[in-house]
Structures are given as structure tokens and as C-alpha cells.
């Protein structure tokens, strides 16, 4: 859920937007991603009528911020090449260029994150595990959730265990990699580098499934490699993440976990956390579980982390059986 700062700062650019007008706001359209695109244009269609002291507002927090900017180049990549280029040499030069613009050039995959997933997983299901992999790893983590949905089983399994232990990728493999989708998708002008690959990549698009395809892939994973099953595991639901739980699913939580469990997990929580806990019990519950929290001395961290653990296979336990609804899950599971 967005937090209320997130939902101003869209209204603040939403209004800046309205006020540009048609022609102007288009232009500012096309240098977005396609989830910041959403995100305005709900943020827009919501917006009926808007106070005038917060139009003046944001015209004059834009005025200042504009006025602070400024361009020093017209085009810095090929500032960077050019002055690279004059201080080594080419050889050496041409070899900083590639990792420097490493994710400067992928308008081809970056097209895929305006595809609908189903075109998107026709697109890639003849593909090598290994390639879809590499492209999944550069969209938005929900997206490449419900394109691996569409995929059967076995290669879902395959991609998601090269996901998981792709440490990045070569300059020229990309670029390589790029040419073969611009070749099929128009590109467009907005590239962004994302982080590629790894355990955390893995277990991100993992917590986007569902529990039941959440499991069928991580036995297949933990056949393979238990280690690297255990590492998506410990990396898909934080202790920190129950901050996400709604309130409802706070208080199926609290009714299952015991006051002593509770005070020493909570050592290690973050402020936030530990007031989102208090607000979900009654005022009598809530000032014992604080006094208790002040009164109680140094707790070893191994023994704070295993009652979070406690705690986390109870959160996942509550999610199975429909108690518990985790922000951006994939099973669509009310009760």
C-alpha cells in the first residue's frame, strides 16, 4: 500500500499535469514507465476538482525545483564515450563504455513492460530457460509473476532456479539479447537498469504466485539445490514484511501467538512494526506488551530471530488457510 507521502506527491504530479495541458502532458507521458503511466493516470481520473491554494502550491514547489536544475550536456552517454574515449584510448575506453552503458540500451525488453503477460509468455515460451530468465529479471516483479502463470510447470520450475542464481549479465550478451526482441516489439525511449537476477529476484516473483505454485516451485528448487530453496525462503517474507498485513490479518496473528513468543520477537522489530502490533490489541493489551518490551533486559539475537521465525511459519500457516491476505499475492484467497 502506498504510504500517505507516495499518494501526495502523485496528486502533486497529477495536478502539475492537468495544468500543462494536453499537448505538454503527452510529451511528460512518454518519458514514463508503464506502471508511473497508471499510477498518474488513475491518480488524474480521480481528481474531480482541486482548491486552487493547491494548484498555486504545486506550481510554486515546481518553479523552484526547476529553477535549481540545470542541463549541462545535451546528450551525457555520449558525453561519458567522448571523454572516455580522449583520456584512454579507444581499446581501453571501449571496455569502461560497456559496463557504464550496460542498461543504457534495451529498449527491445523494455517494450515488453507495456505487453499484456499472456503476450508476453507467448512470446518467450519457446525460449531457452536461461534467455527468459535474463528477460524476466528486467520487468516489474508482478509482471513476470503472472507471465511465468502461463508457462507449464517444468519450465516455470527451470526459469525460476536460472533466476535465482544469475549474478547479472554481460554487456554484450544483453545487447545481444536486446537485438532479438527489437526485432519483434517497437521500442521506446525509456530504458532503466534493473538489479538481475539473484535469491531476492526469486523470491520476490515467488511471493507474487500464490502459495500452491509457490510450493510445487520450491520443491522442485529444493531437489535441486537445498541450500538455494532455503536462501528464496528465508528471503520471500520478512519478520519486517507483517507491517504489510492489514489489520484484520494483524489480529488473526495476534490471537495465535503467545505473550512470552511475542515480547522477544518484537525486540528486534522496527518502531513501525511494533505500533502497527500495539494498535491491533485492545489499550489494556497493548500497554502490558509495552511495559513488558521495557522491563525485559538483553535477549540474544539467535533467539530473537527464531521467534520471528516462529512467527513468520505462523504468518504463512494463516495465509494457507485464508486468515491472512499478503499484499500483492497471487492466490486471490478472501474470507
Not at 106 to 126: C, F, H, N, Q, Y
Not at 162 to 168: C, E, M, Y
Not at 325 to 334: I, S
Amino acid at each position: 500500500m502506498a504510504s500517505a507521502t507516495d499518494e501526495q506527491g502523485l496528486e502533486n504530479a497529477a495536478i502539475l499535469l492537468m495544468t500543462l495541458g494536453e499537448e505538454e502532458a503527452s510529451e511528460v507521458f512518454k518519458h514514463l514507465a508503464p506502471k508511473e503511466v497508471q499510477r498518474l493516470g488513475e491518480t488524474i481520473s480521480r481528481m474531480k476538482a482541486v482548491p486552487r491554494e493547491r494548484v498555486e502550491s504545486v506550481m510554486d514547489a515546481f518553479s523552484k525545483v526547476a529553477a535549481s536544475e540545470s542541463l549541462l550536456v545535451a546528450d551525457s552517454n555520449e558525453y561519458v564515450k567522448s571523454v572516455l574515449r580522449k583520456a584512454l584510448g579507444d581499446d581501453k575506453a571501449n571496455l569502461l563504455i560497456d559496463r557504464i552503458m550496460q542498461g543504457s540500451d534495451i529498449t527491445g525488453i523494455e517494450s515488453l513492460k507495456w505487453m499484456d503477460p499472456t503476450s508476453v509468455a507467448e512470446l518467450l515460451r519457446m525460449e531457452h530457460p536461461q534467455i527468459v530468465a535474463a528477460i524476466l529479471v528486467h520487468l516489474e516483479f508482478d509482471q513476470a509473476a503472472e507471465v511465468l502463470k502461463h508457462f507449464p510447470e517444468r519450465q516455470r520450475n527451470e526459469v525460476m532456479v536460472r533466476i535465482a542464481t544469475l549474478d547479472g549479465i554481460q554487456p554484450m550478451a544483453l545487447r545481444d539479447l536486446n537485438d532479438v526482441m527489437s526485432k519483434v516489439l517497437a521500442g521506446g525511449d525509456r530504458s532503466r537498469k534493473s538489479t538481475l537476477g539473484g535469491v531476492k529476484a526469486a523470491a520476490e516473483i515467488l511471493n507474487m504466485l500464490g502459495s500452491a505454485v509457490e510450493t510445487a516451485v520450491l520443491d522442485f528448487v529444493r531437489e535441486a539445490d537445498n541450500d538455494l530453496a532455503q536462501k528464496i525462503m528465508d528471503n520471500m517474507f520478512t519478520f519486517d514484511d507483517i507491517d504489510k498485513i492489514d489489520d484484520k490479518g494483524i489480529q488473526a496473528l495476534m490471537k495465535e501467538v503467545q505473550s512470552e513468543s511475542l515480547v522477544i520477537a518484537l525486540k528486534g522489530a522496527t518502531p513501525a512494526l511494533r505500533e502497527k502490533i500495539f494498535k491491533n490489541m485492545s489499550t489494556r493489551a497493548a500497554e502490558t506488551l509495552r511495559e513488558d518490551l521495557e522491563s525485559r533486559g538483553p535477549v540474544r539475537l539467535s533467539e530473537v530471530e527464531a521467534e520471528q521465525k516462529e512467527m513468520l511459519k505462523t504468518v504463512r500457516r494463516l495465509v494457507d488457510e485464508g486468515q491472512i491476505v499478503l499484499a500483492g499475492g497471487g492466490d486471490e484467497q478472501f474470507v
